[in-house]
């Protein structure tokens, strides 16, 4: 009788190793379909702008040569695409580095007051068609991270907050602090998203109104690109909206010591 409990205790130690076995794989089979998936899309969408270069290419050749001005049209249509292509494999690539172990950032000692100074000033200077408030409460946000890249999250949410709303719908971008946390909010007036969109536009590739937002020129990442990068820096990044209010709020981690 002895030896049947052994063979019980046996039997079920094997049962939960069976399960955990199980159990990872299904977690990695998960994590190739996603890996699988995000392949597929980055082909597609590479493709996209491939097929038109190839298309301004054929329409180039067949220009009569004494149509310098036609010739001229296709040429910078090639560049915009190939522009476009570029932008995705930045993008693309920094993905794929921050989803690997080591994530590619350059920390250093920054002030989020300043980054975002000069994120509004590039603003202001490219979207000139959008009436745009810069609200800072603390003088000073010291944190440690890559100021490029900081600057990248808040240029991906004000470029969002221009491209997706109508010419004329106003922007912020306000900065306060919370205890331990710089806070970031870019604000924007426009038509909001839908409560059932708000957990996909993170997606990589996800894109509301395909139509509509392809013709943007975005690349269908800049939100992801956000995420990642936000949590690559230890903070998080949220979203509110409702028809004619959406508040992209950023949460960093302030310098040890400050309040
Ligand atoms: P995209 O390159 O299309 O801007 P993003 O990842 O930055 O890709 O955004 C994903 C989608 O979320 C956009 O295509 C758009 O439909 C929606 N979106 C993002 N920001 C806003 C905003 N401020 N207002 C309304 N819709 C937005």
Do not use: C
Not at 4 to 23: K, P, T, Y
């Amino acid at each position: 009788e002895g030896g049947g409990i052994e063979v019980e205790e046996l039997r079920s130690a094997f049962n939960v190793m069976i399960d955990h076995i199980e159990q990872s794989l299904v977690a990695r089979s998960a994590a190739e379909q996603r890996l699988r998936q995000f392949v597929a899309d980055a082909s597609h969408e590479l493709r996209t702008p491939l097929t038109s270069i190839r298309g301004y290419a054929d329409l180039f050749a067949y220009a009569a040569a004494n149509e310098p001005a036609e010739r001229e049209r296709h040429l910078g249509r090639m560049r915009e695409e190939a522009g476009r292509m570029s932008l995705l494999l930045d993008d693309l690539l920094l993905l794929a580095r921050l989803d690997g172990a080591e994530a590619p950032l350059r920390p250093e000692p920054v002030d989020l007051v300043e980054i975002a100074v000069a994120a509004a000033d590039g603003f202001q200077a490219a979207r000139s068609d959008h009436p745009f408030t810069l609200e800072v409460e603390p003088s000073s946000l010291p944190l440690v991270g890559d100021p490029m890249r900081l600057r990248q999250v808040l240029d991906n949410l004000l470029t969002n907050a221009a491209v997706h709303t109508d010419p004329g719908t106003p922007v912020t971008l306000r900065l306060r602090a919370e205890p331990g946390w710089a806070v970031a909010e870019i604000a924007d007036g426009g038509p909001g998203i839908s409560p059932e969109n708000q957990a996909k536009v993170f997606d990589r590739f996800y894109r509301v109104d395909d139509s509509r937002t392809r013709g943007s020129g975005g690349t269908g990442l800049g939100l992801s690109v956000v995420h990642s990068l936000v949590t690559a820096h230890g903070g998080a990044v949220s979203l509110q909206s409702q028809p004619g209010a959406t508040v992209f709020t950023v949460r960093l981690p302030l310098s040890a010591g400050q309040v």
